[in-house]
């Protein structure tokens, strides 16, 4: 995910009428059109009443430029009239964000407190792993265990909804196995 934060100085008074015409006018008609555009966030400074800070996120790099080939000058002139000098930008990768459609910077992995790892944008991860490790350790029980899989082989040709139940089990770890599944133990 790539981002460019355009810092805008305005002339006296012109702050919120420059807000106002990149949200009305150059977000819908040039900006959300563009291709790979994910999102705008447009700030209006409480401390300087002539500054206006947007971020603009692009899925990478690449699009960004290619808006910026066409883009960028169509809302700055857009804007011609409210700015006090050219708008200022610079470029980031973006390391976290709580919004989903704003992905992190990918394989940045972050440890918790706890010791538990979670995505650059908080998602936890280890639920990715149990679930490989729970897949991985019960196909290994059942495959050891010939009878069992047997049984579970057979009760999935006689009602193939039972491949189903089979799946969650293992999936949620409680694997596969006559003692799980009452219904195929043997007398």
Sequence with gaps: MFCHIIELTTKPGQARRAVDIIGN????????????????????SQSDPNHVTAFSFWENKDYSDKFDAYGFDAVTVMLQETLAVPPERRPFDVGVSTNPKIQGVAGMLVRRADGSMAGASGQDLNGI???????????????????????EMTSMFTNPADMID???????????????RPDLKTQ
């Design 25 to 44: 006018q150059a977000i819908p008609s040039v900006i959300q059109p563009a291709e790979g555009f994910v999102d705008e966030i447009v700030l209006l």
């Design 166 to 180: 089979l799946t969650r089990r293992l999936i949620s770890g409680k694997g596969p196995g006559i003692e799980h």
């Design 129 to 151: 792993t149990d679930l490989a490790a729970n897949m991985f350790g019960g196909m290994i029980a059942m495959m050891t265990n010939p009878t069992e899989m047997l049984l």
